[in-house]
Structures are given as structure tokens and as C-alpha cells.
């Protein structure tokens, strides 16, 4: 962790933590809803984009630790516990223009408390409660024909996403507090360290989970966390494309390869579909027209509410009341192609390994270090305060870290699909009798596992020095001049 980040005290309330279920919406004049699992067909696909899909797998929800199920490492301690998230659920990011589909899934009962840190013209707290509300105006003088209302924002985070992550931080105590006795009953300030990237719904998650971890009656009156953040052009949680511009050209090369091109033109006939429906010709409000991963976007968080899929807009109306219209077929193909967009750059190009070292290497050395400098009793080199009494580290960030880091284990291909909302991965460091670390490395709820051929480590029982070895390998020894490579 660089000596710069951020720090903002979060004052975290237990009343504030709990979520009310959303609400029902009314539906549009779309096509019909559809449930939010998908029929995936059984049989293994023939070409590489056609990623074969487990019928459990659910981007709406990812599967969580059972503490009825979890078992400890026979002959050892646990000493130390990275957590790396994905948000829970949220709004889209992609909007269609002239869609009459309410957002009203955030109900704000959340409160986010910021306060400032004591400073010498300003001795005490110096910030205030506040609590943010979105409103949508309407009328032919504002801008509703982008966005038709409801109370939430574009990829705001959900009361379903709050209160997924409470269940999460719930099951984790069940495990590390009332199970192994890892972590104190009460919250201590030493005892976790909590990172996120500046978005809301990743700190609101965070938020969420310890309110699960550390419920009311177990956070102590006045007390708090900080929360670490990085400067935006210094962020290492998600591909930084503002610093870093050689990942752009180097995903340029990418999208050359045969087997990228291959697989775009394979989808050209959905890819024309989709974007007269939406009318991007018109209206290019869509920030990822280039990826699959926009399309998935713009339809899954509606299947995850039941929302309807888009229709074809009707000028007469005003309403996307007309045929063609997106199938849940349609969708269902958008997020395999999604599924692909990530593990092709990320784990199977020829160009991965780089692709990897500049989108993820840093972060990778952030984990790597905190392990080392932990399981030797050392104090992080001063960049965490009180860092060797620290028991569990937090990293609250997207599908792009998770993603990130599946890649770089050159995880097998069920543990390579979009991660689901609220995707968590665990790192444990283990010590053994005889002295020795070893790492164990959990995923939604299941010992990682990896790709045939690519099977560097046992990640059920990993030695910390192979480990880090491994993650170390990745790491970029002069940032700055791959960077600038292109």
C-alpha cells in the first residue's frame, strides 16, 4: 500500500446498516420480464467464446462462505485474512435513451456518516450527518428522456446489494468470530483494515458487510474504521487506463488477434440487433459501444430485478412499445459474450501475462507484501498504522478486481464467468505446526481451483513462499516504463 492513500473516517451506526427490501416497480411497456436465472445449455460448447455455463452459476448473486461447511486447516493457526469483494447489486450503468423503466430499488435507509479527521485549526469532528436522496424531475425542459425516475442513480448500489453484503459480513462472523475466535467479539480499530476504491457502491458495501461482520451491540459507541482510498490516476483496484496507456494499446492488440476477431464476427448478427433496438445510432450515450460488456450491462441488472428488456422505440408514443425487442435469449448470449470478453484478454490471449502485469501487477504486489510482511511478524513498512496487530484486510472493489485476480491465478474456466455480485474471495494465511505459512485460497464459498496446464499451486493448501513467488512474478518492476511502452 503506498504511504499516500487516503484515509477518510467512516463512522459506521448499526441502526443505519440494516436494508429494507425493495420495493416492486411498475413495469414498462417492454417485453415481458423474465426470472433471473438462465436455462444455460448442457452440453460443453464447440468454439472458445461459447463458455460453457454450470446451471448454478447466478450473476445475480454470488454464492458465500457456509459456515456450516467451512472447515479450518487441520494443524494450523490462522493468522491473517485478506478479503477482496466485488459490490453488491446495482443499477445499470448503460442507459437507453427514451426508457420508461423505474429505478426505485434504493430506498437510501443507509445512512453514510463522513466525518473529517481532527486537525489543528479544527480540533474536533468537524463534518456532519448527511444523507443523500436522488430525486428524477420531469417535464419537456428536463432531461427525462434519459432517464425516466425512480429513486436511484445510474450503477447506484441497491438495497438488495446492501443487504447481501450484510449477510456476507454475517456468515463471516459466524466463521471468524463465533467459530474460530480469530476476530475479537466486539470491533477493535486494530483489528481490520479497510480499503475501497472511490465509488460509492464499493464503499457502501464495505459499509454493509462489516455492518454484518460487527452488528448493533458489538460496535462500540464513537468509534470507527478508516477507510483507505487511493488517488484516482494512482488506483490499482481496476484497470487504470488514465496512467497506465499502454493498456490501451496493448488491449488494442489484443482485439487483433484471430480468435478475438473470430469471435466478434460470430456475434456481428446479435451485436446489429441490439444496436438498432437501442438506438445507439442516434442517441451514443453508451460508454462501452466497443464490448459485449456494455450489452450486459444495459441488460442484466434488469433481469435481476425483473425488470423488462428493452423494445424498439415508438416516436408516436414516446414509449419502447414496439417489436423487435430484446429476448431473454438475446441476453442470455450478451452475458456469455461478456464472459469471454473477460477471459480471453485476461487469462487465454497470447498477451495475457502483460495485459495482467499492467491492469493488475500493482495490486498484486499490495496483497503480496501485506502476506509477507504479516506472516514475519513486521510492521508494513510504516504504511499501515498498527499494521502487524491488524487481523483482516478488506479490499472492496468490482468485477474488474476480481476478475483481475482470477486471471492472474489462471483460475479453471467455471471460476472464470462474470463475478457475480458481491464475488468474494478469501485469502488465508495459515500457519502449521512446524512453523511453516502456507495460503489457502477460498472463492464464493469454494477452494479456488485452476486451469488445466496452469496448475502452479494447490490453492486449498499453497506454501506462502511459492505464493507470493508466484504473485511477485506478475508484479512490474519499473511501472512507470512499462506504461509507457506503447
Given at each position: 500500500m503506498k504511504s499516500g492513500s487516503i484515509a477518510v473516517s467512516l463512522f459506521l451506526l448499526a441502526a443505519g446498516l440494516s436494508s429494507a427490501s425493495p420495493a416492486n416497480a411498475p413495469q414498462s411497456s417492454a417485453s415481458q420480464s423474465t426470472p433471473s436465472q438462465s436455462?444455460?445449455?448442457?452440453?460443453?460448447?464447440?468454439?472458445?467464446w461459447e463458455v460453457f455455463v454450470p446451471k448454478e452459476y447466478n450473476y445475480c448473486l454470488a454464492a458465500a462462505p457456509e459456515p456450516k461447511k467451512y472447515k479450518p486447516v487441520q494443524d494450523a493457526e490462522l493468522s491473517f485474512v485478506q478479503l477482496i469483494v466485488r459490490h453488491g447489486d446495482r443499477t445499470n450503468l448503460n442507459l437507453i435513451p427514451h426508457d420508461d423503466t423505474v429505478w426505485d430499488a434504493c430506498s437510501h435507509d443507509l445512512d453514510t456518516n463522513v466525518y473529517t479527521e481532527p486537525t489543528k485549526p479544527f480540533p474536533g469532528k468537524t463534518g456532519v450527518k448527511v444523507q443523500q436522496r436522488i430525486f428524477a424531475p420531469h417535464g419537456p425542459k428536463s432531461f427525462a428522456f434519459v432517464y425516466k425516475g425512480g429513486n436511484c442513480e445510474s450503477g447506484q448500489l441497491t438495497d438488495k446489494g446492501k443487504e447481501m453484503h450484510r449477510d456476507l459480513g454475517s456468515r463471516l462472523r459466524n466463521i471468524y468470530v463465533d467459530e474460530l475466535n480469530f476476530l475479537p467479539k466486539d470491533f477493535t480499530v486494530n483489528s481490520i483494515y479497510l480499503r475501497s476504491t472511490s465509488t460509492w457502491r464499493t464503499k457502501q458495501s464495505a459499509q454493509s458487510l462489516l455492518g454484518g461482520l460487527y452488528p448493533e451491540g458489538h460496535w462500540p459507541s464513537h468509534s470507527y474504521i478508516q477507510l483507505h482510498t487511493l488517488p484516482d490516476l494512482e488506483e490499482n483496484m481496476k484497470p487504470n487506463r488514465?496512467?497506465?496507456?499502454?493498456?490501451?494499446?496493448?488491449?488494442?492488440?489484443?482485439?487483433?488477434?484471430?480468435t478475438w476477431t473470430d469471435f466478434l464476427a460470430s456475434q456481428d448478427a446479435l451485436w446489429k440487433k441490439l444496436y438498432n433496438i437501442t438506438d445507439l445510432g442516434v442517441y451514443p450515450l453508451f460508454p462501452d459501444t466497443d464490448s459485449w460488456i456494455g450489452w450486459m450491462d444495459m441488460f442484466e441488472p434488469r433481469v435481476c430485478h425483473n425488470k423488462p428488456l428493452p423494445c424498439t422505440y415508438n416516436p408516436e408514443t414516446n414509449k419502447r412499445?414496439?417489436?423487435?425487442?430484446?429476448?431473454r435469449e438475446d441476453a442470455d448470449i450478451a452475458l456469455r459474450n461478456s464472459f469471454y470478453s473477460y477471459i480471453y484478454p485476461k487469462r487465454d490471449s497470447p498477451n495475457a501475462t502483460n495485459y495482467t502485469r499492467l491492469v493488475t501487477g500493482s495490486f498484486l504486489n499490495d496483497l503480496s507484501v501485506e502476506l509477507k510482511e504479516i506472516s514475519s511478524g513486521g510492521s508494513n513498512n510504516g504504511t499501515k498504522c498498527n499494521a502487524s496487530q491488524h487481523r483482516f484486510s478488506l479490499y472492496s472493489g468490482h468485477d474488474d478486481t476480481v476478475s483481475s485476480l482470477l486471471g492472474a491465478f489462471k483460475a479453471d474456466d467455471k471460476n472464470m464467468l462474470w463475478p457475480p455480485y458481491r464475488s468474494n474471495i478469501l485469502v488465508e494465511l495459515w500457519k502449521k505446526k512446524n512453523g511453516k505459512h502456507i495460503i489457502r485460497v477460498i472463492y464464493n464459498g469454494k477452494v479456488l481451483t485452476l486451469q488445466p496446464g496452469h496448475q502452479w499451486c494447490n490453492l486449498e493448501g499453497c506454501d506462502l513462499e511459492t505464493f507470493t513467488n508466484y504473485l511477485d512474478s506478475l508484479v512490474p518492476q519499473d511501472l512507470a516504463k512499462e506504461c509507457r511502452s506503447m
Amino acid at each position: 500500500m503506498k504511504s499516500g492513500s487516503i484515509a477518510v473516517s467512516l463512522f459506521l451506526l448499526a441502526a443505519g446498516l440494516s436494508s429494507a427490501s425493495p420495493a416492486n416497480a411498475p413495469q414498462s411497456s417492454a417485453s415481458q420480464s423474465t426470472p433471473s436465472q438462465s436455462s444455460w445449455p448442457s452440453p460443453p460448447p464447440g468454439k472458445p467464446w461459447e463458455v460453457f455455463v454450470p446451471k448454478e452459476y447466478n450473476y445475480c448473486l454470488a454464492a458465500a462462505p457456509e459456515p456450516k461447511k467451512y472447515k479450518p486447516v487441520q494443524d494450523a493457526e490462522l493468522s491473517f485474512v485478506q478479503l477482496i469483494v466485488r459490490h453488491g447489486d446495482r443499477t445499470n450503468l448503460n442507459l437507453i435513451p427514451h426508457d420508461d423503466t423505474v429505478w426505485d430499488a434504493c430506498s437510501h435507509d443507509l445512512d453514510t456518516n463522513v466525518y473529517t479527521e481532527p486537525t489543528k485549526p479544527f480540533p474536533g469532528k468537524t463534518g456532519v450527518k448527511v444523507q443523500q436522496r436522488i430525486f428524477a424531475p420531469h417535464g419537456p425542459k428536463s432531461f427525462a428522456f434519459v432517464y425516466k425516475g425512480g429513486n436511484c442513480e445510474s450503477g447506484q448500489l441497491t438495497d438488495k446489494g446492501k443487504e447481501m453484503h450484510r449477510d456476507l459480513g454475517s456468515r463471516l462472523r459466524n466463521i471468524y468470530v463465533d467459530e474460530l475466535n480469530f476476530l475479537p467479539k466486539d470491533f477493535t480499530v486494530n483489528s481490520i483494515y479497510l480499503r475501497s476504491t472511490s465509488t460509492w457502491r464499493t464503499k457502501q458495501s464495505a459499509q454493509s458487510l462489516l455492518g454484518g461482520l460487527y452488528p448493533e451491540g458489538h460496535w462500540p459507541s464513537h468509534s470507527y474504521i478508516q477507510l483507505h482510498t487511493l488517488p484516482d490516476l494512482e488506483e490499482n483496484m481496476k484497470p487504470n487506463r488514465k496512467s497506465c496507456l499502454y493498456v490501451n494499446g496493448l488491449r488494442s492488440e489484443i482485439e487483433k488477434e484471430k480468435t478475438w476477431t473470430d469471435f466478434l464476427a460470430s456475434q456481428d448478427a446479435l451485436w446489429k440487433k441490439l444496436y438498432n433496438i437501442t438506438d445507439l445510432g442516434v442517441y451514443p450515450l453508451f460508454p462501452d459501444t466497443d464490448s459485449w460488456i456494455g450489452w450486459m450491462d444495459m441488460f442484466e441488472p434488469r433481469v435481476c430485478h425483473n425488470k423488462p428488456l428493452p423494445c424498439t422505440y415508438n416516436p408516436e408514443t414516446n414509449k419502447r412499445d414496439l417489436q423487435p425487442c430484446v429476448t431473454r435469449e438475446d441476453a442470455d448470449i450478451a452475458l456469455r459474450n461478456s464472459f469471454y470478453s473477460y477471459i480471453y484478454p485476461k487469462r487465454d490471449s497470447p498477451n495475457a501475462t502483460n495485459y495482467t502485469r499492467l491492469v493488475t501487477g500493482s495490486f498484486l504486489n499490495d496483497l503480496s507484501v501485506e502476506l509477507k510482511e504479516i506472516s514475519s511478524g513486521g510492521s508494513n513498512n510504516g504504511t499501515k498504522c498498527n499494521a502487524s496487530q491488524h487481523r483482516f484486510s478488506l479490499y472492496s472493489g468490482h468485477d474488474d478486481t476480481v476478475s483481475s485476480l482470477l486471471g492472474a491465478f489462471k483460475a479453471d474456466d467455471k471460476n472464470m464467468l462474470w463475478p457475480p455480485y458481491r464475488s468474494n474471495i478469501l485469502v488465508e494465511l495459515w500457519k502449521k505446526k512446524n512453523g511453516k505459512h502456507i495460503i489457502r485460497v477460498i472463492y464464493n464459498g469454494k477452494v479456488l481451483t485452476l486451469q488445466p496446464g496452469h496448475q502452479w499451486c494447490n490453492l486449498e493448501g499453497c506454501d506462502l513462499e511459492t505464493f507470493t513467488n508466484y504473485l511477485d512474478s506478475l508484479v512490474p518492476q519499473d511501472l512507470a516504463k512499462e506504461c509507457r511502452s506503447m
